[in-house]
């Protein structure tokens, strides 16, 4: 055996330290490198249930016969098996990743809070992704590698054999006699990391045989490199005053143009995928800075890409939902206020006001959207203005104003969004007085924000 810790070794050790798992599932393709993590799991594993997660892709005329081999090995282990059949769509992308997507769709169906998903991936593994990610020119977080734990759906997923060659892997399912199949498409140099894996990395091994281990030693310092520009990226976005807003969320841009370029990027990034919106490349962060970092205090400009969407207002920077809500119909809406009314893409609701407020006609209310050349009188003002300067003082966002709701009783206007109700709709009572209080209208967005 080679000099490194056992198989056996090492999943006595990972189930002793992931006490909290509840339920361990085996990602089982039924080749070499799941088979031995499914028999060595089984015997590491004495007390908590161990399944096995087969995904047929469908995409070779014998993946029916593996599914079938899978289950007679499970049975003979005493593992119950779960075989899902796919539908692989490529859809532009390339063949491997429309099969991982697929892959990874089922793992996020199966897992249950508790659950630990554990992938056979070992060091040989690891080194074709770091050359791979390499040339397609990622960054640390790409060139630490894969993960050796992450979330996926509900549960988490762990490669608990990085440590380990395919030659440990090799001499300890011959030890076992064990019998696991050979995929024909990874023999087909079509694919990028076929192609790594039989043209490239024999040829570097031969040159540098401890090469896997080298890039293992580069991947980990790429990952504390990582860990620590997200450790600055998020010490920046608490600094610039992130909050949320009716529609998305926002940072204050006086605090964004005291950053350097790169760490301006850095928490834009950091930002973006708190969020889960797509990331930007380096194209669309050029555009961020000119149009919008440095741009006219007054600009309109926006910056889409994707799933993301930036704009400025009032020295804030914007992230907005990637499909931008348009203006509310002109139809009056009638509601009582007694219940959350579901106005275009927004809820409306009344929130009751243990002081102030306004009050609640026993008549309703009708929700209309701007017509232009509205005037009212706000309760702390003298006279009436026009909507378009109240709301422009009130530092209302330009893609909110058609939008906003406008609550009118008998034609007259009551109640402006949630930031102001006007003179002559003051509520007279109090919670504490036993009669009706005063309310708040909270506008809420639907869906994606």
Request: glycine fraction near 8%.
């Amino acid at each position: 055996m080679p000099d490194m810790p056992a198989v056996l070794e090492i999943l006595h050790q990972f189930v002793r330290e992931n006490p909290s798992v509840k339920r361990w599932w085996v990602a089982y393709s039924g080749g070499l490198d799941s088979s031995v993590l499914l028999r060595a799991l089984v015997e590491a594993e004495r007390s908590r249930p161990v399944l096995a997660l087969h995904v047929n892709h469908g995409l070779s005329a014998q993946a029916d016969a593996w599914q079938e081999h899978c289950q007679r090995e499970c049975d003979a282990l005493g593992v119950a098996l779960t075989a899902e059949t796919v539908r692989v769509e490529v859809q532009g992308r390339g063949l491997e990743d429309a099969a991982r997507q697929a892959r990874y769709q089922v793992f996020e169906q199966y897992l249950q809070p508790g659950d630990g998903l554990l992938l056979g991936h070992h060091q040989d593994d690891q080194a074709e992704t770091v050359l791979l990610r390499l040339l397609r020119g990622s960054g640390p977080k790409g060139l630490a590698g894969m993960a050796s734990e992450r979330v996926v759906g509900a549960g988490r997923l762990y490669r608990p054999l990085l440590g380990l060659n395919r030659e440990a892997l090799e001499q300890q399912a011959r030890q076992w006699c064990l019998s696991w199949v050979d995929d024909d498409s990874n023999r087909s140099l079509g694919f990028d990391r076929n192609y790594v894996r039989h043209a490239v990395m024999p040829a570097i091994q031969q040159r540098w045989p401890d090469v896997a281990e080298r890039w293992r030693q580069s991947s980990e310092v790429c990952r504390q490199s990582h860990e620590l520009i997200e450790e600055i990226a998020a010490e920046d976005w608490q600094k610039a005053g992130w909050q949320a807003e009716r529609l998305g969320s926002s940072l204050d841009l006086s605090v964004l143009q005291g950053l350097s370029e790169f760490r301006r990027g850095n928490v834009i990034r950091y930002w973006l995928q708190q969020q889960g919106r797509d990331l930007p490349e380096r194209v669309h962060l050029q555009q961020v800075e000119a149009q919008l970092v440095w741009g006219r205090e007054d600009s309109e400009a926006e910056v889409l890409w994707g799933r993301s969407r930036l704009r400025r207002f009032r020295q804030r920077l914007y992230l907005l939902p990637p499909q931008l809500i348009t203006a509310q119909p002109a139809v009056a809406e009638c509601w009582d206020g007694l219940t959350p009314l579901v106005w275009g893409h927004w809820q409306l609701r009344l929130e009751p006001q243990a002081e102030g407020g306004f009050r609640r006609p026993t008549q309703g209310f009708q929700v209309v959207s701007r017509q232009g050349g509205e005037r009212c009188q706000p309760f702390w003002r003298n006279k009436s203005q026009t909507l378009k300067k109240l709301l422009q003082e009130a530092s209302l966002e330009p893609w909110l104003r058609a939008q906003l709701p406008i609550l009118r009783v008998d034609g007259e206007i009551a109640v402006v969004g949630d930031l102001w109700f006007c003179r002559g709709w003051e509520a007279s009572a109090t919670a504490a007085g036993g009669a009706e209080p005063g309310y708040r209208l909270c506008w809420q967005a639907l869906g994606d924000r």
